[in-house]
């Protein structure tokens, strides 16, 4: 069956704009997850989303990101005002249920020049 | 101090040796265990989870969990070059539902 699929594959932004990247789930599971990952780094927890709900997001770093998932199934994550900082992979999750084994998608690469 | 800890190595094991990677934790209210392999440039994969305190095994990979010593492990036996990738474990705090993931082990199995 089809796994968790993100668009785009690679974005590359300057300094200041906006972006809007793309999770879709795998089809049924409810619980969807956003996280960051840098270089060498394990990936960082942004938000997680229990149907249309954002569940917890503590781990957005600051006003300028946000995530939407208005119909229980796809997600976007938002960054306003982008910094070189936020360049990064951003992987989306899914799982049937929230504590279940999750499934990656391949990740965004957003490179912010 | 991070959630999970992992040595980031590299480890080297020769091709058929077994190959020991550990992840230790800081919460004693993490509930459940995963392992993940990310091979270069690409989105971590499930390998195994675990919850309870022992072994589970799956194939050539064994999962071992001690919660008192807060600490899990996995096993790859009769590694493989297929096998090297960088190993994430991750754990979970049910009532958060909130997952912690480790910095990863780079992991070089030579022919």
């Known amino acids: 069956g089809a796994g968790v699929s993100q668009t785009p594959s690679n974005k590359v932004t300057e300094k200041g704009k906006y972006v809007e990247l793309r999770c879709d789930p795998i089809s049924g599971h409810t619980a969807l997850y956003w996280y960051r990952q840098s270089l060498g780094q394990g990936p960082e927890f942004l938000i997680y989303?229990?149907?249309?709900?954002?569940?917890?997001d503590s781990g957005l770093p600051n006003d300028r990101f946000f995530a939407v998932r208005p119909e229980g199934s796809v997600s976007t994550l938002k960054i306003q005002r982008t910094e070189r900082g936020d360049s990064a992979v951003y992987l989306c999750?899914?799982?049937?249920?929230?504590?279940?084994?999750?499934?990656f998608g391949p990740g965004t690469r957003l490179t912010v020049l | 101090q991070k959630e999970v800890e992992q040595n980031s190595g590299p480890l080297s094991v020769p091709e058929g040796a077994i190959a020991s990677l550990n992840c230790t934790y800081s919460?004693?209210?993490?509930?459940?265990f995963f392992w993940y392999r990310q091979y270069s440039g690409k989105s971590p994969e499930l390998i195994m989870f675990i919850y309870s305190n022992g072994d589970k095994e799956d194939g050539r990979f064994t999962a071992q969990l001690n919660k008192a010593s807060q600490y899990v492990s996995l096993l790859i036996r009769d590694s493989q070059p297929s096998d090297s990738a960088t190993y994430l474990c991750?754990?979970?705090?049910?009532?958060?539902?909130?997952?912690?993931f480790g910095s990863g082990t780079k992991l070089n199995v030579k022919p």
């Open positions: 999750a899914s799982s049937l249920r929230p504590n279940d084994e999750q499934f």
């Open positions: 989303f229990q149907g249309t709900g954002a569940a917890d």
């Open positions: 919460d004693r209210g993490s509930q459940s």
């Open positions: 991750a754990v979970n705090l049910h009532n958060f539902n909130k997952f912690y």
